[in-house]
């Protein structure tokens, strides 16, 4: 199982991106899927995650501001990011807890995406 990170880079103060993150891979079954991030020098923190049944979790940082959606089908995670400030610089790490027939349940981690804001 693998989960691949896409859609970070340099955007200015007031911006938006969107990640993308996919994961593949002997999977039976996804349960949350979300977005970590660890800004320079500082511990990694949860930025908002979605479970399988569709209930939705934010940091109160990123809340008003960060999107989270995921397509099923396509076993893919998207963080949709407006009003971007300064302070959101970081790698952006996905996440998902996934059940594969040989393994069982695990919780697997992408590379990171590095986001930088900065005019």
């Known amino acids: 199982v693998q989960l691949q990170a896409s859609g970070g880079g340099l955007v200015q103060p007031g911006g938006s991106l969107r990640l993308s993150c996919a994961a593949s891979?002997?999977?039976?079954?996804?349960?949350?899927m979300g977005w970590y991030r660890q800004p320079p020098g500082k511990q990694r923190d949860l930025v908002a995650v979605?479970?399988?049944?569709?209930?939705?979790n934010y940091a109160d940082s990123v809340k008003g501001r960060f999107t989270i959606s995921r397509d099923n089908a396509k076993k893919m995670v998207y963080l949709r990011m407006n009003s971007l400030k300064p302070e959101d610089t970081a790698v952006y790490c996905c996440?998902?807890?996934?059940?594969?027939?040989?393994?069982?349940?695990?919780?697997?981690w992408g590379r990171g995406t590095l986001v930088t804001v900065s005019s």
């Open positions: 979605v479970t399988s049944s569709s209930s939705i």
């Open positions: 996440y998902a807890r996934i059940f594969s027939t040989d393994r069982g349940w695990n919780d697997y």
């Open positions: 891979g002997n999977i039976f079954s996804i349960n949350s």
